[in-house]
């Protein structure tokens, strides 16, 4: 008799220990990946995507969430001078931890990629893996342009970029709440132009062969890039698959205004407010808006001179 009871023991801890998570314990586990992420606490993010993901295997926005996780976990371990620049993947190589990470993106993205196209094999016009297959071909597009170099590698990521942005043109025809992703023409469009005015070869390189030159609207106006981020900062889609893409927006859009020598100071000091409290952890947050308070309170004291 005892050793029924504890064969029933065990097999009730082992329902409980594999039971998959209901919508509540969903979101939870969602917003508390996206805090440590957006927190700058790599290490908890991923333990977090992780469960999720194995909790739900056939969710290509767990895939695409652990990849986002890994990429900023992968910046991590790389010296500090190729954080902000290209990486060559030789590198990365020789780092055997982020070796592991490149190839765990990389397993993630193909495996949110066939998920995807799964689904879509079913349903052309599904709006979820529609817009989560744009999403995971965008960062895909970013890791090859870090971290691989050579024509055939940026004629690569431009390709992958520019299926990515036809996908979210064709999304939010779909359903108009997912405008948030406009963020991400936005910022195309920015790195796009700030790779023009490095030099004649590279504006006219771009003009020549970039595909995602031709979509986002063949010129370099920088005045789209903030048309587009505010269109992207007046959304809200609500819905679970896009909590990141929904934080993602405001990041942006403030690392690209406070660029601008001050100009938009008004317009970006109340998201920076609002991230600071969120995520009082990040120091790139935190360091942004003590820039923006100076240069505003600076104006303030030479406009009563």
């Not at 889609?237 to 690392?255: C, I, N, R, T």
Request: charged share 30%.
């Amino acid at each position: 008799m005892r050793v029924y009871l504890l064969l029933l023991i065990w097999i009730f801890s082992a329902g409980l220990a594999n039971a998959v998570p209901d919508e509540s314990e969903r979101d939870k586990k969602i917003d508390s990946a996206l805090f440590f992420y957006y927190s700058g606490k790599t290490v908890e993010a991923r333990k977090e995507a992780e469960e999720l993901r194995a909790a739900f295997p056939k969710e290509p926005f767990f895939c695409q969430l652990l990849a986002e996780i890994l990429w900023q976990e992968l910046s991590k371990v790389l010296p500090s001078q190729l954080r902000t620049e290209s990486a060559d993947i030789d590198t990365v190589r020789k780092n055997t931890h982020a070796q592991y990470l490149v190839e765990k993106f990389k397993e993630e993205v193909f495996a949110g990629l066939a998920l995807t196209q799964e689904n879509l094999a079913g349903n052309p016009n599904d709006v979820k893996n529609l817009f989560l297959r744009a999403m995971i071909k965008i960062r895909y597009a970013g890791f090859i342009a870090k971290f691989e170099s050579g024509l055939k590698s940026y004629a690569e990521s431009d390709r992958e970029t520019a299926e990515s942005l036809i996908i979210l043109k064709r999304t939010m025809e779909l359903d108009g709440s997912l405008c948030s992703a406009k963020y991400v023409f936005a910022l195309s469009k920015h790195l796009l132009n700030k790779a023009a005015y490095e030099g004649f070869y590279k504006r006219w390189a771009i003009a020549w062969k970039s595909k995602t030159y031709e979509i986002l609207g063949d010129d370099f106006k920088q005045e789209d890039v903030f048309r587009w981020l505010r269109q992207a900062m007046a959304c809200n889609s609500g819905y679970w698959w896009a909590k990141d893409v929904e934080m993602d927006k405001k990041f942006v859009f403030q690392d690209i205004l406070v660029k601008q020598a001050g100009r938009m100071d008004n317009e970006v000091l109340p998201v920076l407010e609002e991230l600071n409290r969120r995520f009082p952890d990040n120091k790139e947050i935190r360091d942004n808006l003590f820039l923006v308070r100076l240069h505003l309170k600076s104006q303030q004291s030479g406009s009563h001179k």
